[in-house]
């Protein structure tokens, strides 16, 4: 099993371009979630969905859109990147959403930088 | 709004103990710790269900008060594996729910 997986783990692009970050999973979870994380400020959720087909915003939804066709597929996009997305960005994914039993499997990660 | 945790950041010698705290201005309805090594992913490490549960991993246990909504996480004889970042975070709610992580304690155990 790979677990969670993420393409790409580096990206430097430059203001106003756009791009697509790919979160795949083989663990056949429900539930799948995007974060970013800044120095000092933890993880913090932007989109999630709870099933193929279903996407739901998070805390920091503004400037990212996302799209769950397959169950096993996660993608993050950025439709025109601004400086203050540099991040890394984190897909996790959990076999259910309760509040009791939500382990989150987290992907390796991908460093953004908007120049 | 996030958990506060605390401290920020913690130095140890390998052998020494550590406590991190972390508490909701929101209902606990478990807690959740997760440990991020440098430049890795974050691992989870236990969920806290009631309210004074305690549960442990290795030599990491951790407890949960319910009513005070805190938890706090027990390093015992820190080992050079130990450091990294550890973060708590709690669900939305008490159902089908997300959760919502602390800003991180930074953890870092010298010989």
């Known amino acids: 099993n790979a677990g969670v997986t993420q393409t790409p783990k580096f990206r430097v692009l430059k203001t106003g371009q756009s791009m697509t970050l790919l979160c795949a999973q083989d663990?056949?979870?429900?539930?799948m979630y995007w974060y970013r994380q800044d120095p000092g400020m933890g993880l913090r959720l932007i989109h999630y969905s709870v099933g193929e087909g279903t996407t739901a915003k998070g805390e920091v939804p503004d400037g990212y859109n996302v799209s769950r066709l397959k169950k096993q597929n996660f993608l993050l996009g950025l439709e025109s990147a601004a400086p203050s997305q540099t991040s890394v960005y984190f897909c996790?994914?959990?076999?259910?959403?309760?509040?009791?039993?939500?382990?989150?499997?987290f992907g390796p990660g991908t460093r953004l930088t908007v120049l | 709004q996030q958990p506060v945790q605390s401290p920020q950041a913690v130095i140890l010698r390998e052998g020494e103990d550590a406590v991190i705290n972390c508490s909701s201005s929101?209902?606990?309805?478990?807690v959740h710790w997760y440990r991020q090594k440098h430049g890795e992913a974050p691992v989870f490490l236990m969920i806290l269900l009631k309210g004074g549960e305690q549960k442990g991993h290795e030599k990491i246990s951790a407890s949960f008060n319910e009513k005070k909504q805190q938890s706090s996480l027990y390093l015992t004889a820190s080992q050079l594996s130990y450091s990294g970042t550890y973060f708590c975070?709690?669900?939305?709610?008490?159902?089908?729910?997300?959760?919502?992580f602390g800003k991180g304690t930074m953890l870092l155990v010298s010989p």
């Open positions: 929101k209902a606990l309805y478990s």
């Open positions: 663990m056949n979870h429900e539930y």
């Open positions: 996790a994914s959990s076999r259910t959403g309760t509040a009791t039993y939500n382990e989150q499997f």
């Open positions: 975070a709690r669900p939305e709610n008490s159902g089908y729910s997300t959760l919502t």
